[in-house]
T-cell receptor, first 114, second 113 residues
Framework: EAQVTQNPRYLITVTGKKLTVTCSQN?????MSWYRQDPGLGLRQIYY???????DKGDVPEGYKVSRKEKRNFPLILESPSPNQTSLYFC?????????????FGDGTRLSIL | SQELEQSPQSLIVQEGKNLTINCTSS?????LYWYKQKYGEGLIFLMM?????EEKSHEKITAKLDEKKQQSSLHITASQPSHAGIYLC?????????????FGKGTKLSVKP
């Protein structure tokens, strides 16, 4: 089944403790992206990747890192999490960065930073 | 500033009633996407519109992109409790890279049985 898989789905942790949210897609998509969703602010893009080893900042990249060493994986790294990064995170992918295809979203990761 | 405005922010309708959700931009939309989200869950792709005047339907949901490609509407006919959720529109504002979408804040739909 074609899908975008995020792990973990839920995480409660403390300020400053490094964490990684994994994202994997099995559709051979070139483009991948991370969003965070907050009440009243909607979905905002954190980072995106056009292809392997090509990543770029979205609208709210501060406090986050990403890597794209393989086509299928696009982990989101919080080196020193802070409470303002408590949010619902989504990974998404699409076939190519160009043209008209929909983005496919993972089920989300709910992160709570205490 | 929010470049995609959705209205209304929330909507409560009686089962069986029709409803419309709007998504408006001050800029030309190069690809308009409608998604549905159950609370706290992932986004499910509904429809994509690309051309001015284009209209698509899936079951009881119809979406249209206006001729100027600055507004889209999502219409649900004879609403059912299964239609409840948050509807989001997403769009590419630049003709170059359509991978980077921006999203409206969503419209929360409740359907009363």
């Amino acid at each position: 089944e074609a899908q975008v898989t995020q792990n973990p789905r839920y995480l409660i942790t403390v300020t400053g403790k490094k964490l990684t949210v994994t994202c994997s897609q099995n559709m051979n998509h070139e483009y991948m992206s991370w969003y965070r969703q907050d009440p009243g602010l909607g979905l905002r893009q954190i980072y995106y990747s056009m292809n392997v080893e090509v990543t770029d900042k979205g609208d709210v990249p501060e406090g986050y890192k990403v890597s794209r060493k393989e086509k299928r994986n696009f982990p989101l790294i919080l080196e020193s999490p802070s409470p303002n990064q408590t949010s619902l995170y989504f990974c998404a992918s699409r076939l190519t960065p160009w043209g008209n295809q929909p983005q496919h979203f993972g089920d989300g990761t709910r992160l709570s930073i205490l | 500033s929010q470049e995609l405005e959705q209205s209304p922010q929330s909507l409560i309708v009686q089962e069986g009633k029709n409803l419309t959700i709007n998504c408006t931009s001050s800029k030309t939309l190069y690809g308009l996407y409608w998604y549905k989200q159950k609370y706290g869950e992932g986004l499910i792709f509904l429809m994509m519109l690309q051309k001015g005047g284009e209209e698509k339907s899936h079951e009881k949901i119809t979406a249209k992109l206006d001729e100027k490609k600055q507004q889209s509407s999502l219409h649900i006919t004879a609403s059912q409790p299964s239609h409840a959720g948050i509807y989001l529109c997403g769009a590419a504002l630049h003709g170059g890279s359509q991978g980077n979408l921006i999203f409206g804040k969503g419209t929360k739909l409740s359907v009363k049985p």
